[in-house]
């Protein structure tokens, strides 16, 4: 085949891979400065991310890396991901979720329901977190967020509550105590470690790993006890 002829073939194809919606669409990337992302219920997606702006994937679709900045991140139920982060705003998953990696924010909460799956950490600095019946196989960490390991969900590698450090978990008026609750059949295999003030509500049918840095206080209804 003559060098001008394979040219021809080769920009042909180009062209015809950039014009099929196959092609263009199926594991795209999207990323963005100003706006939202919406992932599209049932489709698979690559990264996606965003500076200033939220980010939703329906039910059933996938994705690698989703990221956003000034923003939050909303998965509903099935959703799979790579991992997903963001520093201004919360980040939730629907049940039966499915991220290999890690969550993470710095000023919001992260909520993870019933059925779901991280193969990494859960952590924020300013931010509740809180599980259903999820089973998190790297640990929780945060600095002035509440934890809560709700009914029925484990985590593999223990519970780190950090001293604040520099501006980060810098609070202004009243000091916040954060509040720490492994529920009804939950498992922390993992160390609970605290390097700062905490309360620590334990069920009696959880499992906990060693405890340094506060004292658990065991509790035998369907919720804990009020502070």
Do not use: W
């Amino acid at each position: 085949m003559n060098r001008f002829l394979l040219c021809t073939v080769l920009v042909a194809a180009s062209a015809a891979a950039f014009a099929s919606p196959q092609a263009n669409d199926t594991r795209r990337d999207i990323s963005k400065v100003n706006g939202g992302i919406t992932a599209e219920a049932g489709r698979a997606y690559g990264d996606l991310d965003t500076v200033n702006g939220g980010i939703q994937l329906d039910r059933g679709a996938s994705a690698g890396e989703v990221e956003t900045v000034n923003g939050g991140i909303t998965a509903g139920d099935g959703v799979t991901a790579s991992e997903a982060s963001t520093v201004n705003g919360g980040i939730r998953f629907g049940r039966d979720g499915r991220i290999s990696g890690n969550l993470e924010t710095v000023n919001g909460g992260i909520f993870i329901d019933r059925g779901s799956k991280v193969g990494g950490d859960v952590s924020t600095v300013n931010g509740a977190i809180g599980l259903v019946g999820t089973a998190v196989e790297g640990g929780i960490e945060t600095v002035n967020g509440d934890v809560t390991v709700g009914a029925d969900s484990r985590v593999a590698r223990g519970i780190r509550v950090e001293k604040p450090k520099g501006n980060f978990g810098l609070n202004f008026g009243k000091h916040k105590i954060p509040r720490v609750v492994i529920g009804p059949n939950a498992v922390v295999d993992g160390p609970l470690v605290f390097e700062r003030e905490v309360k620590l509500y334990v069920h009696a049918s959880a499992r906990i790993g060693s405890v340094s840095g506060a004292t658990a206080v065991r509790y035998d209804g369907a919720t804990p006890p009020k502070d």
